[in-house]
């Protein structure tokens, strides 16, 4: 998982639009996801030469960062 003090967003969406805004450094998406979500961000990372990996669950991401509801993914902001 991220380390807490790391910016982030969450959520494919937000990651994408990071993505296109040259902020995201790296993309940790949950292993309890949704396959076709999974490779779609996947496919993202690789396009972008952006590092990522599958961690923990949608809930642990959620818990972690005091998200409401279980997130899928979430894009750790560049410094």
Known sequence: MANKMEKVVIGKRQISRGIKDGIISEIV????AEQEYIKSLIVLAKQNN??????????????????????????????
């Open 29 to 32: 998406i949950a292993a309890d």
């Open 50 to 79: 952006i590092k990522y990996k599958i961690q923990g669950t949608m809930q642990d991401i959620s818990s972690a960062y005091g998200i409401d509801v279980p997130s899928g993914s979430l894009g750790v902001l560049k410094d």
